[in-house]
């Protein structure tokens, strides 16, 4: 079953702009992660966020998590048109070993 | 180093047949994940391998939907009798251990049944 449920469903900016996205989770978690997929690369890992952590950055990509609302949010700063992708958010908890993935939020940046 | 490869990239297959679907995970990754994603959709989890531990296998949508994977290297996915609604793409991802760990994932399988 789907646990992560990504907001808003789609999401059109123009370069150079900043794009938000959420993701809200049901149960407890250990840690949060954040995909890309788009046609060049298929799905890639992004950043990962311990259930310790409240925040963490790499390059462009700042990530939030706040285990107290279960939610978390992505910020990709200066966007470019190589941004316009689906981004999905997945859940890992405690025994289960497996990712819970949400349904994602499309993004396109337009030059 | 490689990445997980998946094979074939296409496959078009009748309705009826069986189909073979084969993922070769990154060496040393312990875990192993099948999922299908229908067009435009998110991630569909049908099974996981962690080592020797009995595979999880509840995502699997029915009895036509079998896995196997040798140690922890090559998995095979088989479908059996496809039908129509099995048309989706099959990515397979491999991890160390757990959920824990970040999924790298092969580029998939597109699956069409006519």
């Known amino acids: 079953s789907q646990q992560g449920e990504e907001d808003p469903q789609a999401l059109s900016i123009q370069e150079g702009e900043n794009a938000t996205m959420n993701c809200s989770y049901k149960t407890s978690i250990n840690n949060l992660q954040w995909y890309r997929q788009n046609s060049g690369r298929g799905l890639v890992h992004l950043i990962l966020i311990r259930s310790n952590e409240r925040e963490k950055h790499s390059g462009r990509l700042r990530v939030t998590l706040d285990t107290s609302k279960k939610s978390s949010s992505l910020l990709i700063t200066a966007s470019r048109a190589a941004d316009t992708a689906s981004y999905f958010c997945?859940?890992?908890?405690?025994?289960?070993?497996?990712?819970?993935w949400g349904l994602g939020t499309s993004l396109a940046v337009n030059p | 180093g490689a990445g997980v490869s998946q094979s074939p990239s296409n496959k078009v297959t009748e309705k009826g047949k069986d189909v073979e679907l084969r993922c070769d995970p990154i060496s040393g990754h312990t875990a192993l994940y099948w999922y299908r994603q229908r067009l435009g959709q998110g991630l569909e989890f049908l099974i996981y391998?962690?080592?020797?531990?009995?595979?999880?296998k509840s995502g699997l949508p029915s009895d036509r939907f079998s896995a196997e994977r040798t140690g922890e290297s090559v998995s095979t996915l088989t479908i059996q009798r496809t039908q129509q609604e099995d048309s989706a793409v099959y990515l397979c991802?491999?991890?160390?251990?757990?959920?824990?760990?970040?999924?790298?994932f092969g580029p998939g399988t597109r699956l069409t049944v006519t």
């Open positions: 391998f962690q080592g020797n531990s009995a595979p999880d």
């Open positions: 997945a859940t890992g908890a405690g025994n289960n070993r497996k990712l819970i």
């Open positions: 991802a491999s991890s160390f251990a757990s959920g824990r760990y970040e999924q790298y």
